[in-house]
Antibody, heavy 123, light 110 residues
Framework: QVRLVESGGGVVQPGRSLRLSCAASGFTFSSYGMNWVRQAPGKGLEWVAVISHDENNRYYVDSVKGRFTISRDNSNNTLYLQVNSLRAEDTAIYYC????????????????WGQGTLVTVSS | QSVLTQPPSVSAAPGQNVTISCSGSRSNIGNNYVSWYQQLPGTAPKLLIYDNNKRPSGIPDRFSGSKSGSSATLDITGLQTGDEADYFCGTWDTSLSAVVFGGGTNLTVL
């Protein structure tokens, strides 16, 4: 069965960096676009970034452009999110989500989600 | 302020039906497919509807979606107490080149 397991979250000071990981199993990882979606405490969902199956296309929400980088390692079935210059407003649970539409990245058909990893930005 | 607009809350009694609306614009709902998600307290979101009106396997037909112009709706029939959750709509926004979500609707089954 499909499984997505995020890791790498924690408490970090403003301005510092983290690398989040999402280990995927149970499907052909290299054939699907992958996303990061975050949720601040008590708030709604905010999409963060998407990467195509072959890494050729990446899109980001405006608030993280220039600070966050999405990448993937298809040989190790792992999705990453490098988060730099962290701000208090980046505090959230970060979920990775698989695209249900294979190679299409302009989709919100996120058919599987991980359990999330919490990032807390605080001094 | 979310790009897509949902009512903050709706409520109905067990067995009744409820509709949750999601309003957008031509650049998002008007020209792209809509998905709906259910998020039970303390859990990750779960896909309920994709491509406006398709249900993933395992989702009961009590849940249905539709789209008209720049708005979409999620209908839930025969409400059960287990349906109490937050519901989010989402779609691609062509102008922003980004996924956008509604602010979420909290469903209470009285």
């Amino acid at each position: 069965q499909v499984r997505l397991v995020e890791s790498g979250g924690g408490v970090v000071q403003p301005g510092r960096s983290l690398r989040l990981s999402c280990a995927a199993s149970g499907f052909t990882f290299s054939s699907y676009g992958m996303n990061w979606v975050r949720q601040a405490p008590g708030k709604g969902l905010e999409w963060v970034a998407v990467i195509s199956h072959d890494e050729n296309n990446r899109y980001y929400v405006d608030s993280v452009k220039g600070r966050f980088t999405i990448s993937r390692d298809n040989s190790n079935n792992t999705l990453y999110l490098q988060v730099n210059s962290l701000r208090a407003e980046d505090t959230a649970i970060y979920y990775c989500a698989k695209s249900g539409h294979g190679k299409k990245v302009t989709t919100t058909n996120f058919d599987y989600w991980g359990q999330g990893t919490l990032v807390t930005v605080s001094s | 302020q979310s790009v897509l607009t949902q009512p903050p809350s709706v409520s109905a009694a067990p067995g009744q039906n409820v509709t949750i609306s999601c309003s957008g614009s031509r650049s998002n709902i008007g020209n792209n497919y809509v998905s709906w998600y259910q998020q039970l307290p303390g859990t990750a979101p779960k896909l309920l509807i994709y491509d406006n009106n398709k249900r993933p396997s395992g989702i009961p037909d009590r849940f249905s979606g539709s789209k008209s112009g720049s708005s979409a709706t999620l209908d839930i029939t025969g409400l059960q107490t287990g349906d109490e959750a937050d519901y989010f709509c989402g779609t691609w926004d062509t102008s922003l080149s980004a996924v956008v979500f509604g602010g979420g609707t909290n469903l209470t089954v009285l």
